[in-house]
């Protein structure tokens, strides 16, 4: 089979075949979370869209190292390196130690994800954890003379920079555009120009989270520690970088002025970024009031929300959409993904009952090529799906008769799920463990009703039976003088 | 109620009031896991222990920051500061980046824990993250005069260290005896005594984990990065630091001459340790065969199971002794406590089914002070599920109607076991999915029967009762020609 996979690269703006650096093996760094608040949609996206990635790569046989960062200090409220440090700020507020903060919002972090079956990357680095190789990087390029110091604090100086390099060459914008809209910001005044981001930041007295450096004591920039990480972890070129589209500048495009200086080298291959979400028309947003974690997805206390969403509806609504179009959650749309998340993890029970016949109506082989066809064109996961509600129906319409197939049918389309819903798709039937025990308790209140009937017109075969067959399950029955109690022991 | 809390000091051998440095803080680090391998007994033991310090310390209100770290590099295969990184040496094994085998053996560590009911603790720092901070505390300690350079590595003079402090506090051992035992190991030329611990160690060429310093591009010594962390998150002086008692000496007896040496005061308040495991009356090692991860336990897949224990057994054994005794797991044994934390989940359920009576034949008020009594007796959890099971038999009485109890006796009972069995001792019902199925299998085949039989008996009530029923629970039931099927809708 044809398996070339081709990727938009938001650098060239067209899609690219995918030509691994080192055969066989893939290189990805994905922009991970700011460990200061609850995780939400905004978190689910990129890493439901790169585990597709991280999937469906692993699936075609590469030996896939997958970064993601953890961020845990140096984001700052402001893009323009004004503001006070997003965690010390959690921290301040909630009279905490900061790594109290980072712990408690990774630690939820990996809970949501692990229930949104995201899969775990295998290196997880935290900023933190790599201030040696922040401060060496700062120091080749202010040797470089690329960086300046200014009042303790380290800036790269984008002007110069774009002598001999281009800046902006992923996000499109143009040096000049952005110094004919500088605004004179206040406490800029450290940089030679707006635009030049900071790579070390002087602490202020109260700032818990510091580090000696030959500059002062401070932090590094944010931008710093993805060049800094991925550097380290993939090479001085690597394969693919991913994260949502909101990061393409100013921070993807300071990575790549930071790397290119540092190792006068491109620093990644292909730059993947994935669109931004809505909630009922508009940007999520606090003061919008709009704003919704996956906590309050999942049991349904938002106001916005008219009901409660399971992980696999949210990850299968993700799915439904290419990862480079926008995505709105609205009650209406996510009801039917609920719909048809169920339909398609029905149809898998449905399979095991066909009875398979001597001919076929169905052509198994060619969805399977539709299948892997909709992968290979930029993880397109709408058309994959579509292509599996296609397996739903034939499914459906062989349990109806209305289809026949084969033994060899039936064990191609049992493959085609596990590979693409299950293995690729990364969706996962669910079973929730409180609706278990209403079924029984339901299924227990109509045994016992049938028992009282029995014995009170004497059927003591059927007494004796339900009797039996309880014992089989580990489940007793006790009469009471109010009735009969059970218990599973 | 007098709620003293009496601790077992390792450094004075005895129980002493438990009294926090800052009122109504407590501030606790326990040696955390080095990641190269699969948990297993050995970690789910300490990570028990200091879960119910935890949790009971919470309980009686202290807001606690507990710390426990994650070894990534510096651990050495010898004690004697010789042989190979271990989780370096694993990562060339698997022919993978370092930091790939620590995220992966991290994300195993907590997934178990996770099923052990562990809580996480407060700050989880790992070794790798606080290079700056380790560093210059070695170069506080070189230029105390108490630290020496050798080839590129520095090493603790031990011997000065104990001419004016006394080195061996915490274990008991003395230097004179020490130095009577050396060996000259080859290699260990660089120490001036065979008791000096390394406190950096110079990177062999090979040796991938390596980070610049003063004194060579190399990597911190085991020792010292709970000394620099357990600074760093919790203070010069803290009040618990809790282990494995195999971790006495040289660790623990080295983070106090380390930190003392650089602070000028002792580091720990209390110094609390577990005592070990054994399997079947021996020590558990690969050599002897008998070292079963807790997967292998919860799956029962080691030659050395006759079954399969819950992970909620693993934790009630480990409960059921005190934490300073050892404890050897035997078949038997573990059987054993399957049944007492069954029976014990059991009167959880028959406690709701006991109809209150006017007069009382049980004091719950007495139990509930026992229950205090044992907790603040060193933690002493065996005595606490003594008297659980005192109350266990109180309920399995009065539910036989052979003793009395009050709404205000079973309230109190009720909240004995939700404070003890589930928030102190972390227990929790467990709930297997796929039993869940196999009963609602069970009851589903029992009533296709006896509709089948109203069927064929022309007892439409009955059969249009069941249909009633099984759809009120969203049951839906298909009469096909080799028997009715159904499906959970």
Redesign the interface.
């Known amino acids: 089979m044809n398996n070339d996979l081709y990727i938009y690269n938001t650098l060239s703006r067209k899609k690219e075949l995918f030509v691994p650096i080192n055969p066989n093996h893939a290189g990805m760094y994905v922009c991970g979370p700011t460990v200061y608040g609850d995780p939400h949609l905004g978190h689910a996206r990129p890493a439901i869209t790169f585990d597709l990635v991280f999937r469906y790569l692993q699936h075609l046989g590469y030996k896939v ?1 997958y970064v993601r960062n953890i961020t845990d200090v140096g984001h700052l409220e402001s893009d323009a390196d004004e503001g006070e440090d997003k965690i010390a700020k959690k921290a301040r507020l909630e009279e905490l ?1 900061p ?2 903060v ?3 919002f990774s ?1 939820r972090y ?1 809970e949501f994800m692990g229930r949104l079956n995201v899969l ?7 900023a ?5 190789e922040q401060i ?1 990087m700062i120091s080749k390029l202010v040797e470089a003379g690329i960086a300046y110091e200014s009042n303790g604090s380290v800036y790269f100086d984008v002007e110069k920079y774009n002598q001999t390099k281009k800046y902006g060459i992923l996000s499109g914008r143009v040096l000049e555009d952005l110094l004919a809209n500088t605004r004179d910001l206040e406490g800029q005044d450290e940089k030679r120009n707006s635009f030049d981001f900071a790579l070390w930041k002087k602490a202020q007295p109260e700032h818990i989270m510091r ?2 450096s030959a500059w002062s004591e401070g932090f590094p920039g944010w931008h710093l520690e993805c060049s800094a990480m991925s550097t380290k ?1 993939l090479g001085e070129t690597f394969d693919i970088h991913g994260g949502g589209m909101d990061l393409m500048f100013p921070h993807h495009e300071a990575e790549i002025a930071q790397s290119t200086a540092c190792n006068h080298k491109p620093p990644v291959k292909y730059w993947m970024h994935n669109n931004m979400i809505t909630i009922n028309g508009q940007k999520m947003g606090k003061s919008l009031g709009n704003f919704i974690t996956l906590e309050e997805f999942f049991k349904g206390s938002h106001p916005a929300l008219t009901q409660a969403y399971s992980p696999m509806t949210i990850r299968f609504f993700i799915l439904q959409a290419h990862y480079r179009s926008q995505l709105d959650f609205g009650n209406e749309a996510l009801q039917a993904a609920q719909k048809g998340f169920d339909k398609l993890m ?1 149809a898998m ?1 449905t399979i095991q ?1 066909i009875a398979p016949q001597s001919t076929s109506t169905a052509d198994i082989a060619s969805l399977e090529k539709l299948c892997y066809e909709a992968l290979n064109d930029d993880f397109n996961s709408p058309i994959l799906i579509a292509n599996l509600f296609e397996a739903v129906r034939i499914v459906n319409s062989a349990y109806d008769g209305k289809e026949k197939l084969t033994a060899e049918d039936i064990s191609q389309l049992k493959k085609l799920f596990s590979t693409f819903a299950i293995e690729i798709l990364g969706l996962l039937p669910e ?1 929730d ?1 409180a609706e ?5 308790e ?6 016992l ?2 028992r009282a ?1 029995a014995r009170a017109n004497k059927d003591w075969a ?1 007494s004796d ?2 009797r039996e ?2 014992a ?4 007793s029955v006790k009469d009471t003088k109010d009735g009969a ?1 059970w ?3």
Chains 1, 2 share one sequence.
């Open positions: 190292r130690e790594m109290e980072v712990q408690y630690d990996h775990k990357p295998s290196i997880e680095p935290r933190s954890g790599h201030l040696i060496a580090w000696p972890y029905k029970l009952k079973v463990p278990g025990g209403k079924v029984v339901g299924l227990m209140k109509l045994i009703e049938i009937n059927t039976r339900i067959e309880l089989a399950v580990n489940i109690t218990s599973i022991d």
